[in-house]
């Protein structure tokens, strides 16, 4: 029996956290454009849109991207801009949970951790995000323990706050760190790595 692989990889902005697509026409750039050395059967563990960026797992072991994606107990922490100088008010309503929209349902958010944080040092991002003078901008740091759907997005934009950019910095103790943009990296244990 073939032995497991496990990558890590800083995903760019414009890609989908996948390696095959039945759309016809996709404009978007796929996981597997990022190597040559992925293996048949590789999976994204969870997934970030195609306008997030940040760290993302990949792997061939469907068990180790259950436990990381369903187990419940792995944080994920994200830095994100937002439109507007945003308001101790939104961050306390962000911390105890917003209601947002999830599979055609109503749904509130687990509490989380939210804290104002400086303008972090990334570079800047393929497609420019619009700058201060069309008015100010804020960065929050939020971290989860679950993934809905699109979920930060959605519920920054529930506080009044939409999100102009998504980085994804940590999943459990594992950081994004300096790792550079579209690079991928092989490890030896995922679980080893986020505990």
């Given at each position: 029996?073939?032995?497991?692989?496990?990558?890590?990889?800083?995903?760019p902005?414009?890609?989908?956290?996948?390696?095959?697509?039945?759309?016809?026409?996709?404009?978007?750039?796929?996981?597997?454009?990022?190597?040559?050395?992925?293996?048949?059967?590789?999976?994204?563990?969870?997934?970030?849109?195609?306008?997030?960026?940040?760290?993302?797992?990949?792997?061939?072991?469907?068990?180790?991207?259950?436990?990381?994606?369903?187990?419940?107990?792995?944080?994920?922490?994200?830095?994100?801009?937002?439109?507007?100088?945003?308001?101790?008010k939104?961050?306390?309503?962000?911390?105890?949970?917003?209601?947002?929209?999830?599979?055609?349902?109503k749904?509130?958010?687990?509490?989380?951790?939210?804290?104002?944080?400086?303008?972090?040092?990334?570079?800047?991002?393929?497609?420019?995000?619009?700058?201060?003078?069309?008015?100010p901008?804020?960065?929050?740091?939020?971290?989860?323990?679950?993934?809905?759907?699109?979920?930060?997005?959605?519920?920054?934009?529930?506080?009044?706050?939409?999100?102009?950019?998504?980085?994804?910095?940590?999943?459990?103790?594992?950081?994004?760190?300096d790792?550079p943009?579209?690079?991928?990296?092989?490890?030896?244990?995922?679980?080893?790595?986020?505990?």
């Amino acid at each position: 029996m073939p032995k497991h692989r496990h990558f890590i990889i800083h995903k760019p902005y414009g890609y989908l956290s996948q390696f095959i697509t039945n759309q016809k026409n996709n404009k978007h750039k796929l996981l597997g454009e990022l190597s040559d050395d992925f293996p048949e059967n590789t999976m994204a563990v969870g997934r970030l849109d195609v306008k997030s960026e940040g760290l993302l797992f990949l792997t061939t072991d469907g068990k180790v991207s259950d436990y990381i994606t369903t187990s419940g107990g792995v944080e994920k922490e994200y830095y994100a801009q937002l439109d507007g100088a945003i308001t101790a008010k939104a961050i306390d309503e962000l911390r105890t949970g917003v209601e947002i929209g999830f599979d055609g349902k109503k749904y509130i958010t687990k509490p989380c951790k939210v804290h104002l944080i400086d303008s972090p040092n990334f570079k800047a991002r393929v497609k420019k995000i619009r700058d201060e003078r069309h008015g100010p901008t804020s960065w929050i740091s939020i971290t989860l323990k679950e993934g809905k759907f699109r979920q930060v997005r959605k519920m920054t934009s529930g506080v009044g706050f939409p999100t102009l950019r998504l980085v994804r910095v940590r999943i459990g103790n594992a950081w994004l760190n300096d790792l550079p943009v579209g690079n991928v990296e092989e490890i030896d244990n995922l679980i080893e790595l986020i505990s």
